[in-house]
């Protein structure tokens, strides 16, 4: 018997258990939770349980815990992963994807999403809410069906160091006078809250692990971050978010994201709840968060932010103490007061994420073709210039080369194309020297894209793909017709991968 038939038949042998009978209470429960080793241990053994579930580790947090990624579908889309990821690849690059190719590519590809939990790790509830949501959608049979549209990403923990730092705090002074009481300390070893301003710069290591997953390898339609705030206001916000509107954004990006929201809003208000706002405090001018950088990547990028208990443990609030806005469209039924509980919390999450798997697969092919539309825009305005291009001079001519290097590195991390120039060339009446770095528009968004990587101002040893040696026009703006490899003389073709 091969390994693989053998898992299988141990994954069908029983069903999944509930995260309630692997941690010994229902996840959302007064004053409990759950610290990564629980939360991990249930999604590995969630995903040796069910052939919907598949567990990776894309690498090790600060402080070495791994750091995971759940991959939620049908078995039949677990079977052709590497496919998706490839179609994926194309749909978010319409450079390379003639419209049969998106056709075939419409048939049969899944919509992608990203669920993203507990990057703030005070906002427990997510973090506790995603096992219930992974084993849902393992069995509940109104939403398996619908894993056969969708692949659902979802991260149990952005900052599992975090996670486990505000468990064992709360659970040191659980049952004291101090319960649920702010932590003394940073919940990230290095930048604390600011973990979510870190997503242009890249310094952290948890960061670059999931930058490296959206622009490299997966490319979701959606990206879903999951957030809490304080406590006497709304119960939730959910988007639209608020004016004035981005009119740097696509139109279609603040569409759908409005979208979305009012999805959740109305799973949210069909199951009873209330307080729910919209265009409320949050908005779309924030570039360096989670929710906002992928939008710069044709990306749907929603926030939720869930009003907060004391860590794991209950608020009572009168009415006359809660900040909410009047009843109207944006806020059509106000919270009543009373008490708030860490299940409250896990109950709005879990709505949310369900009426966006929901809304991705029953619109599947609208969400697979807003995502190229958005993108072959991008493409056309990045041809059409102003600007055509960016450029770095080289190291040779800056004050600080190590610097020059970490921003190269950066970009080319962030999906960011640069090309290399192999001999001096003038643009817009300025003289740059051989070696300056080119970020045209244009080639954004690429997956075949080859990094320029570099080190203390000086280039990697090693032969650099085709397109990293083309050499612009000798002067005025160039165009993709006129980079010529400077080793064949040959016109550039964004196809080749290596002279």
Request: net charge positive.
């Amino acid at each position: 018997m091969t390994p693989f038939l053998l898992l299988a038949l141990l994954q069908t042998a029983e069903p999944p258990i509930r995260p309630s009978a692997a941690l010994g209470f229902e996840p959302g429960t007064d004053s409990m939770l759950a610290d990564w080793k629980q939360v991990s241990g249930y999604m590995n053994s969630l995903a040796q349980q069910s052939l919907y579930v598949r567990v990776d580790t894309l690498g090790r947090t600060t402080e070495g815990r791994p750091f995971l990624l759940m991959t939620i579908t049908s078995p039949a889309n677990q079977g052709r992963l590497a496919d998706i990821k490839r179609a994926q690849g194309l749909l978010a690059d319409p450079r390379h994807l003639t419209d049969t190719a998106l056709q075939e590519i419409r048939n049969t590809q899944p919509a992608v999403i990203l669920i993203s939990n507990n990057i703030h790790s005070t906002e427990v509830a997510s973090s506790q809410m995603g096992m219930l949501l992974a084993y849902r959608l393992a069995t509940d049979a109104a939403l398996r069906p619908l894993l056969d549209s969708v692949v659902v990403l979802m991260i149990p923990s952005m900052n599992p160091d975090g996670l486990d730092t505000v468990v064992s705090w709360y659970r040191r002074y659980k049952g004291t006078r101090y319960e649920g009481g702010p932590l003394p300390w940073l919940y990230h070893k290095y930048i604390g809250h600011d973990n979510n301003r870190d997503w242009f710069m890249l310094t952290q290591v948890e960061t670059r692990l999931v930058t490296r997953m959206l622009y490299k390898e997966w490319f979701p339609e959606i990206v879903y971050d999951v957030h809490q705030m304080g406590s006497n206001g709304v119960r939730l916000f959910v988007p639209p978010f608020q004016d004035p509107v981005n009119p740097n954004l696509d139109p279609a990006i603040v569409a759908g994201i409005n979208l979305v929201g009012a999805q959740m809003a109305a799973a949210l208000y069909d199951a009873g709840m209330t307080g729910i706002a919209h265009q409320q405090t949050y908005d779309l001018w924030w570039h360096g968060g989670f929710r906002s950088t992928p939008t710069r990547h044709n990306m749907i990028g929603i926030l939720t932010e869930a009003a907060s208990t004391r860590l794991g443990s209950p608020i009572t609030l009168s009415l006359d103490s809660v900040r909410q806005p009047v009843r109207g469209v944006n806020y059509p039924e106000p919270w009543p007061g009373g008490t708030w509980h860490l299940g409250d919390i896990v109950r709005y999450e879990l709505i949310t994420s369900q009426a966006l798997v929901r809304l991705a697969a029953r619109d599947r092919v609208t969400v697979i073709d807003r995502f190229v539309a958005v993108g072959r825009r991008q493409v056309e305005a990045g041809l059409a210039g102003n600007p055509f291009a960016y450029v770095l001079p080289p190291a040779s001519e800056q004050r600080d080369p190590q610097a020059w290097a970490t921003l190269a590195n950066v970009l080319a991390a962030g999906g960011v194309e640069l090309y290399r120039s192999a001999d001096a060339f003038t643009a817009d009446g300025r003289r740059y020297a051989a070696g300056s770095l080119v970020s045209r528009p244009a080639g954004e968004r690429a997956r075949r894209w080859h990094p320029v990587r570099v080190q203390d101002g000086r280039r990697n040893k090693g032969r650099l793909p085709c397109r990293a040696l083309c050499t612009p026009p000798a002067a005025g703006r160039a165009s993709a017709a006129s980079l010529r490899c400077r080793r064949t003389g040959s016109r550039c073709t964004r196809a080749k991968r290596a002279c």
